[in-house]
């Protein structure tokens, strides 16, 4: 036998005992196969022996030995022993390269290792999966998607068939996650179902808490909005809605364009998703029980057990220390500033501020008009009703302001605020993706009756009087015009106010 088996071979005998492989008893499962065959008369079968092979556990030592004391050539054993010590394996974590690894026995020692390494990375993945789907709509990858998954539905009510790829069965279970983090933004409410769809600012479910009154299942919000008056109707407010729904909905800006309803990201300033943030609205739903307890008992930062978890998940080091990195390294943009150079002598210099009490749920926009040498034109200051936020208060304000401003017959305007992240909605608002940008497309829409308009940030320091006027405006309860003679309450400030 041995003399045989010894006996040299030649590439054409190797390719001919290849090529009488069967297709169908190809290395691996032929379950997809049996899974996408859908016409034909001839059938197939698969049935599946849970047996454990005495090979699948063999260490190539013992394989070596044994060999030897069967009988087999020493030249034939050390060919043998070539082929199957020879394989080494590397693992592609994110795209990149790590680990190696040479087994000491079968496959199955390899599939241990991927198996761990995929379940520790698995949770981080699915983030990137959902960030793949809340793109365009209209992109091809959405596209192909829908074509053959939801041709006749929403993604929100797309299932996952027998026959689905890896890809579209992960997003679906990342769906989830992006049902936790989105909701919509109202802009005319033609869109959107009252007590169906998630879009009442509450985080965390963004439905109304009170029960949906007897054949109004169907209602959609549009018809809580006085189109003439741009505004939500009270009255309607009340006889639908329990008094915390009523808070809430009440602190919907109206844009006076009414642009038509948008789906956004509500946990990141510009409504748009990102990774980091659906990490944050996830980990409830996904991490283990002990985590959670630890988080709670270090009463600080929630993120401690995050930290501990990437070190110790198994994954190679460099993995680690990319995610821990990244996590950390994260910065808000900054906002825009400027000190109004180039603006020529004409121009009136019109500082803004905003001021919240939000335990009342109120607030109140200052407004200051005077030309470069600081000389008075004209003041305001307005009550806001319903604030839940400063950013609401002051793209409120800026409002507020242009509106005085068009309102007196002033042509050039240079709007100073010092909040950055106000004037960055209004120099990005094109996009209209949460709420603060429909009142930035209000504010644009009444600064092109200007002939000319510029928006900068200014320092706190710069903007006291509008600030004061702003703190005024939280117990008036009205709105106060002052032109020509400045109120008491702010002339030692114009006195020291440098512009």
């Known amino acids: 036998m041995n003399a045989k088996l010894l006996k ?59 060999m030897l004391r069967l009988g087999f050539d020493s030249r034939l054993v050390a060919v043998m022993m070539m082929c199957v010590k020879s394989v080494s394996y590397s693992f592609l974590v994110n795209g990149e390269e790590c680990g190696f690894v040479v087994p000491s026995h079968d496959l199955r020692q390899v599939s241990c290792l991927v198996r761990r390494s995929w379940k520790s990375v698995q949770r981080f993945n699915i983030f990137w999966i959902c960030s793949a789907k809340h793109q365009d709509p209209k992109s091809l990858t959405a596209r192909l998607f829908k074509a053959k998954y939801h041709p006749h539905s929403s993604f929100w009510d797309a299932s996952v068939p027998s026959s689905s790829s890896y890809c579209w069965s992960s997003i679906l279970k990342a769906r989830i996650v992006l049902e936790k983090g989105s909701r919509w933004l109202i802009g005319d409410g033609a869109s959107v ?43 309607k407010l009340s006889a639908y809605f329990e008094e915390k729904d009523r808070e809430h909905i009440r602190a919907l800006p109206i844009s006076n364009s009414l642009p038509p309803d948008k789906l956004v990201w509500h946990y990141t300033d510009r409504g748009q998703f990102t990774v980091k943030s659906a990490y944050e609205v996830a980990w409830d739903y996904v991490k283990p029980p002990s985590l959670s307890a630890s988080s709670s008992a270090l009463g600080g930062n929630p993120f401690t057990p995050l930290w501990k978890a990437i070190w110790q998940a198994g994954v190679p080091p460099k993995v680690a220390v990319e995610l821990v990195t990244a996590a950390q390294h ?148 009205t709105s106060i015009v002052w032109v020509e003679e400045p109120p008491s309450v702010i002339q030692d400030l114009l006195i020291h106010d440098i512009l």
């Not at 034909?40 to 013992?62: I, M, Q, T």
């Open 193 to 235: 179902y009252v007590w169906k769809d998630r879009w009442v600012p509450k985080p965390s479910t963004f439905h109304p808490i009170t029960q949906p009154p007897p054949s109004r299942e169907n209602m959609l919000v549009q018809e809580l909005i006085d189109k003439e008056r741009r505004m939500l109707c009270d009255t």
């Open 330 to 477: 994260c910065r808000p943009r900054d906002g825009l500033t400027g000190d109004g150079e180039g603006v020529a002598e004409d121009w009136v210099w019109l500082n803004v501020d905003g001021a919240t009490n939000l335990q009342n749920k109120v607030g109140g926009a200052g407004v200051v008009l005077r030309d470069r040498q600081g000389h008075f034109f004209a003041a305001a200051a307005s009550f806001l009703p319903t604030m839940t936020s400063a950013l609401q208060a002051e793209m409120l304000a800026n409002k507020r302001a242009v509106e005085v401003t068009h309102q007196l017959g002033f042509q050039k305007v240079l709007v100073r605020s010092d909040s950055s992240q106000a004037i960055s909605i209004i120099h990005t608002c094109v996009d209209r993706v949460l709420a603060m940008d429909f009142l930035a497309e209000d504010v644009l829409d009444i600064a092109k009756a200007f002939i000319a308009s510029k928006f900068i940030f200014i320092s706190r320091n710069n903007n006291s009087i509008a600030h004061c006027l702003a703190k005024v405006a939280l117990y008036v309860e």
């Open 8 to 66: 040299p071979y030649s590439e054409e005998e190797v390719c001919v005992a290849l090529f009488q492989m069967h297709p169908s008893k190809a290395l691996g499962p032929d379950g997809h196969f049996l899974q996408n065959k859908r016409w034909g008369r001839k059938g197939s079968f698969a049935l599946k022996l849970d047996l454990s092979k005495a090979y699948d556990r063999v260490e190539w030592n013992f394989l070596e030995a044994m």
